[in-house]
């Protein structure tokens, strides 16, 4: 076995390579994401110049103009595609860093301070799995969103403070409700660091509580941390997916894959009654 062993790392490109998951997810995650960021500023410009309708280009099959065709307003869904998509892994992205930020917090201190304080900490993390998420997540969302659409028109035209309040509102709410697992699993990991012996040596030399969590805990959960990160994304972006879907969400014009997919499956019914009605699918068969 030990020959095998060597001869195996003597040669590494003998034997077939075995792709981690991770690798592949990530590079899956870039391929969605580099296109969309990438084309955001072509996309805001298509944005700003397609808030009126088209009507010669109401519904056009896809061209070499326009690959994907158009919607029902003669709007590029192309252009729409990557800048829905730019909005969704943004708010994704955003509400992870907030839940992450809020759940790691949450955790060192419970697991740290301990007793009566990490007893409540936990009971209310309880209290929080024991409601349904999406019902949390949509009453979170009802409850800011007209306190953040009056913040903002202070500062903001009342249209745009609309739509932004629409955007941060939903980042909030998917960030405020998706720490819950976080903060368990470090806490945890803060009960199995605290005892170690570097921990007691700190605490022996005067170190405070504080500077204690952020430079001899936090690097020894990096892992976890990162782990857990990577799963609130895709979390999160499919939770803003699903509110956008719902009309809670992100609301058009500004587009989301969430109120793309709605927009589609409006169009694939109406397409369908159009084609049943025409006999034969000639009314389907004529917007394509």
């Known amino acids: 076995m030990s020959d095998l062993s060597q001869s195996a790392q003597a040669d590494p490109g003998g034997g077939p390579r075995r792709w981690n998951a991770g690798v592949v997810g990530g590079v899956l995650f870039l391929a969605i994401a580099v296109p969309c960021f990438v084309t955001l500023p072509w996309s805001l410009a298509r944005y700003d110049r397609q808030q009126t309708a088209d009507i010669e280009q109401v519904l056009a099959a896809p061209s070499w103009t326009e690959p994907m065709g158009t919607d029902g307003l003669g709007r590029s869904v192309l252009w729409r595609s990557l ?50 998420y999406i019902l949390l997540v949509v009453m979170v969302t009802l409850a800011l969103q007209p306190v953040m659409a009056k913040g903002f028109s202070w500062v903001l035209d009342e249209s745009v403070a609309g739509t932004v309040a629409d955007v941060v509102t939903l980042l909030l709410a998917i960030g405020g409700v998706s720490w819950l697992t976080m903060a368990r699993v470090i806490r945890g990991q803060v009960l199995s660091l605290k005892e170690r012996p570097f921990v007691e040596a700190a605490r022996a030399a005067g170190i405070g509580p504080v500077w204690i969590l952020w430079r001899h805990l936090v690097p020894n959960m990096t892992g976890p941390i990162v782990v857990y990160a990577t799963l609130t994304v895709p979390q999160a972006i499919l939770q803003e997916s699903l509110l956008s879907f719902l009309g809670i969400g992100v609301q058009a014009p500004l587009p989301s894959w969430g109120n793309l997919a709605s927009e589609g499956r409006s169009s694939l019914g109406s397409l369908a009654k159009l084609g049943g009605g025409g006999g034969g699918g000639g009314g389907f068969s004529w917007c394509w």
């Open 83 to 132: 800048l829905g998509g730019a909005i969704s892994l943004g708010i994704g992205l955003a509400a992870a860093g907030i839940a992450v930020g809020i759940g790691v917090t949450w955790g060192m201190v419970s697991g740290y301070v301990g007793g009566r304080t990490d007893a409540a900490m936990m009971r209310a993390v309880d209290v929080l799995y024991g409601l349904p």
